[in-house]
């Protein structure tokens, strides 16, 4: 049994900062890509950001490049996504997931933005912006 439990969401005003967290618990794999997805009222899910194990790539949504910085810690076998200068917008309940299918080589920067390359999922944290 894998369990994925986000933390950290919350109401912050325009311009400020939260930081959201997602710990993988149970069953132990390792963790070929670990990412962040939002949902906001009345919307489809999208990408956020992800990160893969090694750390060396990572991808970001271009609404979010240069204000959310994704980071993981392999021991505590955690993903972190740092969020500054939030935007009402950004408004959303944020999804951790996590890829456990191992990824052929050279081919993670194709498949980071896509759910269906994730296999096990959050319940999601909520964050409200407000303006």
């Known amino acids: 049994q894998v369990r994925l439990e986000e933390s950290g969401g919350g109401m912050v005003q325009a311009g400020g900062s939260l930081r959201v967290s997602c710990l993988v618990s149970g069953r132990t794999f390792l963790t070929y890509l670990m990412g962040w997805f939002r949902q906001a009222p009345g919307k489809e899910r999208e990408f956020v950001a992800s990160i893969t194990w090694s750390a060396n790539d990572r991808e970001y949504a271009d609404s979010v490049k240069g204000r959310f910085a994704i980071s993981r810690d392999r021991d505590k076998n955690a993903v972190y996504l740092q969020m500054d200068n939030l935007k009402p917008e950004d408004t959303a309940v944020y999804f951790c997931?996590?890829?456990?299918?191992?990824?052929?080589?050279?081919?993670?920067?194709?498949?980071?933005?896509?759910?269906?390359?994730?296999?096990?999922w959050g319940q999601g944290t909520q964050v409200t912006v407000s303006s």
């Open positions: 997931a996590v890829r456990e299918r191992v990824i052929p080589y050279g081919q993670a920067r194709g498949l980071m933005g896509l759910e269906y390359e994730y296999d096990y």
